[in-house]
Each structure stands twice: as structure tokens, then as C-alpha cells.
């Protein structure tokens, strides 16, 4: 089945540092998202790609859909203590009436110690 | 407006029982999907329920079942229950359903332990 590969697992991040990381898959998806998981808390969205090649921003948070449609990536500006939590990528894909959503293993961001 | 509400928050049960979970979805979202998430596998598609009907099944045993009622709140329940079962069930609704959107809202998740 589909498998979305996140990297890096786990970083370590100073306030004021820029922040990347990407998803890819051997799968084409529809579209790719980008959610943000805080503890003892669902994911909430932070982005939403829909078209090959589109780069789409959110405050300090970018992200672009790959265009083969088999990757993307989110960057985050100059980072700050909120932005600690676990960041997970998703990619949809539909066929006639049915979608599914995979979701990779996660990035989890710490502050350095 | 009220978010996605799961209940319950916490609960431990024994191998062999049954659990069910509950999930109430935004107002006016027709679909409830239902994802199993742990530390070694992460979010894991149990399935999704669209207008009381169910559209897609991820790849668990029969075990795992589901239901949605005319007013889109959705149940999930799982029987005989394995050490393995212990995780967080995340429930999630949207106004179209997977077939049309990625944009999920999430509840906070029930956290089932099984000893």
C-alpha cells in the first residue's frame, strides 16, 4: 500500500532558526497537507497543496507540492517555543466516489536544549 | 462553533472485552473518519463514514467495526480485545468526505490501554 516517508524524525530547534521537512511517497497524491499535533490533542491543519507545483504560505509556514505529486515540504520561519509538536504530512488520493488520507510517522520538533 | 467531540477521553480495559467510542462531528459535517494512531505506526486509517454509510475501509480485522446515525455521530467499536489495541483513536469529520477534501478537523482522541 501507499507510504508517505517524513523526514526528519526528530530535530532539535533554537528560537529564531528556520525549520525544513518533507514528505515523499512512490504514490502520486491529489493533494498534500500538513498538520500539527500538540500533546494529549488532535491534529489540527496547517496547510492544504492542490495543485502540482503550488507554494502556499501561512503566517511563518510554507509548504509546496512537489511536481512529480510524489513529494512536499514545509519550512518554518524563524521558529519559536509554540512551535514545539509533531508534525505530520498527509497525502489524499480519490478514485470514483471513495478518498483515502495517508498520513506519514511524523517530525517531532523540540527545543535545544 | 463546537468541535469534534470524542468520548470517552481515557479508559482501560482487559483483553477479551469489547470497546465502543463515540464521535460527534462538527455541525452540518456528513462524514467521520476514524484513524488508529501509535508510536510505532502512527496515524492508521480505520475507516470513514459518509451520510450513515460506510465508504472506505482501512486494513484491520474484522474486529473493528463501525456505524454512523442519521444525526452524522459515528460509533467505532472493537471486540475481543488484544494487548495491541491499546492506542489513541482519532475520530475526524469534514463537510464533503476523503473523496473531495484532505482538510480533516480532529477530536482529542480516546486513549484506550488494554492490560
Known amino acids: 500500500g501507499q507510504q508517505l516517508n517524513q523526514s526528519p524524525q526528530s530535530m532539535f530547534i533554537q528560537e529564531g532558526e528556520d525549520v525544513s521537512m518533507n514528505c515523499t511517497s512512490s504514490?502520486?497524491?491529489?493533494?498534500w497537507l500538513w498538520y500539527k499535533q500538540d500533546p494529549g490533542e488532535g491534529p489540527v491543519l496547517l496547510i492544504a497543496?492542490?495543485?502540482?507545483?503550488e507554494l502556499t504560505s501561512n503566517g511563518r509556514l510554507t509548504a509546496q507540492f512537489g511536481i512529480t505529486r510524489k513529494d512536499s515540504f514545509l519550512n518554518i520561519s524563524a521558529s519559536i517555543p509554540s512551535d514545539v509538536g509533531i508534525y505530520f504530512c498527509?497525502?489524499?488520493?480519490?478514485?470514483?466516489?471513495?478518498?483515502?488520507?495517508?498520513f506519514g510517522k511524523g517530525t517531532k520538533l523540540s527545543v535545544k536544549p | 462553533k463546537a468541535g469534534v467531540t470524542q468520548t470517552p477521553r481515557y479508559l482501560i480495559k482487559t483483553r477479551g472485552q469489547q470497546v465502543t467510542l463515540s464521535c460527534s462531528p462538527i455541525?452540518?459535517?456528513?462524514?467521520v473518519s476514524w484513524y488508529q494512531q501509535t508510536p510505532g505506526q502512527g496515524l492508521q486509517f480505520l475507516f470513514e463514514y459518509f451520510s450513515e454509510t460506510q465508504r472506505n475501509k482501512g486494513n484491520f480485522p474484522g474486529r473493528f467495526s463501525g456505524r454512523q446515525f442519521s444525526n452524522s455521530r459515528s460509533e467505532m467499536n472493537v471486540s475481543t480485545l488484544e494487548l495491541g489495541d491499546s492506542a489513541l483513536y482519532l475520530c475526524?469529520?469534514?463537510?464533503?468526505?476523503?473523496?473531495?477534501?484532505?482538510?480533516?478537523?480532529f477530536g482529542e482522541g480516546s486513549r484506550l490501554t488494554v492490560l
Open positions: 455541525s452540518g459535517h456528513r462524514s
Open positions: 475526524a469529520s469534514s463537510l464533503v468526505g476523503l473523496a473531495a477534501t484532505g482538510e480533516l478537523f
Open positions: 498527509a497525502g489524499r488520493f480519490e478514485w470514483g466516489s471513495q478518498g483515502n488520507l495517508i
Open positions: 497543496l492542490y495543485k502540482a507545483g
Open positions: 504514490s502520486i497524491f491529489n493533494t
